[in-house]
């Protein structure tokens, strides 16, 4: 079965918004490895631009595009509002969040809980889809609490797309508002893909991306069949080497260019820049990459390197070369013992008599 939209839907492939996570030194990170999925801010309140400091929420790299701001909020002109300053600083989409089911996000009237309140939620769609010229899109989820019937996100998605919605991303898990925590909301309440799938059905016309439980290329091909897009979150985050071969697999275009080490080279490059142009300690990056060489060898001790608070006073290069000789030793010790089961190989062949 073909997917829906084939390679040319925007949204085929996307970096999850994660809060504390997907700032924009992690976007730098993800975007050296691929030049055409879609990345996402982490959520940014209206409270938080209304009355805080705009430049610390949204300042982002040209290289990031294309790139979404996604936005925590209810009150629809307060959403206009912060729509229009995400388009000035140059996001190429306003996100909604009506999935987070943190007590703190219920407690501020935004996130899952606006699910209860579709025609709300539509207000606040249509007044920032007014405001902007750049595409208003939902993040949310099948379902609320315990119920597993598909009449609440059927009526969510088909109140919203009358106000004008045309793209939802939709993690595939009812939200628990009370007794699990967001960590346990990521894990406890099962996967229903069959709802995404069926959500696609229902509303052919609109773009459905599916979000949830997405860790490798097979899912991601077969879920392809079903939807528009697949949002993937932490195993993007803590594997991020795998998505220098989405834009090749998933995208249509060449794979990426540069080798692990070659991008290590390039944030370290990123820090030094950023440490001159803003002022950031070099840890604030680092801890981005921790994830870069997952599986090597020697990926521990290089871990354990760039982790050390004890090194945060020393120049980021210097700390490079420190985490770096761990990887250099670890292959040298590899290729030592491949050599010596040749040589033994070897001398076991002479013993018999035969050629190798």
Known sequence: MNAPNGNNSPWRLCIAPMLDWTDKHCRYLHRLLTRRSRLYSEMVTTGALLHGDERRHLRMDE??????????????????????IGMRWGYDEINLNCGCPSER?????FGACLMLEPQLVADGVKAMLDAVAVPVTVKHRIGIGQDEGYGLVRDFVGTLARAGCRVFIVHARNAWLQGLSPKENREIPPLRYEVVYRLKRDFPDLT????????GDAQIAAHLAHVDGVMIG??????????SGWDAKFLGGPPCALTEGEVEQAMLAYMQREAQEDGTPWPAIARHILGLHHGQRG???????WSDHKLKALPPDQVGAMARAHLEA??????AKRRQALDELAAQAQELGVGY
Request: proline share 5%.
């Open 63 to 84: 290289v990031e595009h294309p790139v979404a701001l996604q936005l925590g909020g209810s009150e629809p002109q307060e959403l206009a509002h912060c729509a229009r």
């Open 299 to 305: 990926a521990r001790l290089w871990r354990q390197v």
């Open 234 to 243: 932490r195993a993007a985050y803590h594997q991020p080497w795998w998505l």
């Open 208 to 215: 459905i991306v599916l979000n949830g439980g997405v860790s």
């Open 330 to 335: 670890a292959a040298h010790e590899v290729k």
């Open 105 to 109: 996000v219920r407690r501020g009237a």
